[in-house]
Nanobody, 126 residues
Framework: QVQLVESGGGLVQTGGSLRLSCAASGRTFSAYAMGWFRQAPGKEREIVAAINWSGRSTYYADSVKGRFTISRDNAKNTVYLQMNSLKPEDTAVYYC???????????????????WGQGTQVTVSS
């Protein structure tokens, strides 16, 4: 079992940057693949980025490639999402998620994740 707490959301202007953090409880954080998802009002939750347990494999949705970077620090039990060049369409509640497994694969669908944080709001003004 792992508990996840996101932080770092807020209000930013178009073109600005934010860094989201997701702190995980427990001593086995390095055994989990991690992902960042987002959900805008009236829309389904969608994958933003994912990272495998070691950090060597990553995935990005086409909409954020070149602007967002996912990373993790297993010593600090934390996964990050650096978001640059933010756009109004990035406005959403951002969630981190965890799935047990030490593989080279990244996990990109909501159904594959077992644990979720409570979410943090990101609002990008135009």
């Amino acid at each position: 079992q792992v508990q996840l707490v996101e932080s770092g959301g807020g209000l930013v202007q178009t073109g600005g940057s934010l860094r989201l953090s997701c702190a995980a409880s427990g001593r086995t954080f390095s055994a989990y693949a991690m992902g960042w998802f987002r959900q805008a009002p009236g829309k389904e939750r969608e994958i933003v980025a994912a990272i495998n347990w070691s950090g060597r494999s990553t995935y990005y949705a086409d909409s954020v490639k070149g602007r967002f970077t996912i990373s993790r620090d297993n010593a600090k039990n934390t996964v990050y999402l650096q978001m640059n060049s933010l756009k109004p369409e990035d406005t959403a509640v951002y969630y981190c998620a965890a799935r047990p497994g030490r593989t080279t694969l990244v996990v990109t669908t909501t159904q594959e994740y077992d644990f979720w944080g409570q979410g943090t709001q990101v609002t990008v003004s135009s």
